[in-house]
């Protein structure tokens, strides 16, 4: 979406929005794509500029893009609240390296 139009830079969340919806198009296009997990572990974002959007205060554990990812595999699966984040990972031990957590989280870095 950023090299398309020059009304996204690398801070527009309306273009990462955009740019997260035709990726899971293309992904889930393909036969042997078929898992949420591995969608939001390869969702690229390292052309993204979190900086503007991270509200954080103090010394952070992850860098921004973990934790969003947490977020977009919460979003996906529905989950209302971050508790039902954490169990899932807490029974996925692998998919939290692969988000980039080096343990499992708790609620709050979350």
Known sequence: MYDSTPLYDRTSLFGLESDIRVVA???F???CHNSVEEY???LPLAYFQFKAHDQY???THYQIDTPFRGFVLKELHGWE???ALVDHLRTRPE???ELGF???PDQSPL
């Open 57 to 59: 205060e103090g010394a």
């Open 102 to 104: 080096e343990t499992t």
């Open 81 to 83: 609240h971050e508790t």
């Open 40 to 42: 939001v572990c390869a």
């Open 29 to 31: 296009g393909h036969e």
């Open 95 to 97: 998919l939290c390296e």
């Open 25 to 27: 198009e293309t992904w």
